[in-house]
Nanobody, 115 residues
Framework: QVQLVESGGGLVQPGGSLRLSCAAS????????RGWYRQVPGKQRELVAN???????NYADSVKGRFTISRDNAKNTVYLQMNSLKPEDTAVYYC?????????WGRGTQVTVSS
């Protein structure tokens, strides 16, 4: 019954903002590193950002200074605040949780940045 569900995607204009959320159910993910990945057609899935249980963060160079990852362990939820969005940010965004034995993935949420 372990499940990750993303929400908050949509269509925005360049320069706009979105806040993605990923809620976990069926287990407690507060002790594991969680992250956001994205994928566009014809390209491999890439790391956008991740965050450890202690709050240490890591970002792709392409989003540094624009995106912020955070987590609320009491709610088993991880967030991605995306500001100053560019058309190049258009992708399906996936939530991820890493454990010592396997990774868990959400189904993805579409983010489209277009004028």
């Amino acid at each position: 019954q372990v499940q990750l569900v993303e929400s908050g995607g949509g269509l925005v204009q360049p320069g706009g903002s979105l806040r993605l959320s990923c809620a976990a159910s069926g287990s407690i993910f507060s002790i594991y590193t969680r992250g956001w990945y994205r994928q566009v057609p014809g390209k491999q899935r890439e790391l956008v950002a991740n965050i450890t249980k202690g709050g240490s963060t890591n970002y792709a160079d392409s989003v540094k200074g624009r995106f912020t990852i955070s987590r609320d362990n009491a709610k088993n939820t991880v967030y991605l605040q995306m500001n100053s969005l560019k058309p190049e940010d258009t992708a399906v965004y996936y939530c991820n949780t890493k454990t010592p034995i396997r990774e868990y993935w959400g189904r993805g949420t579409q983010v489209t940045v277009s004028s």
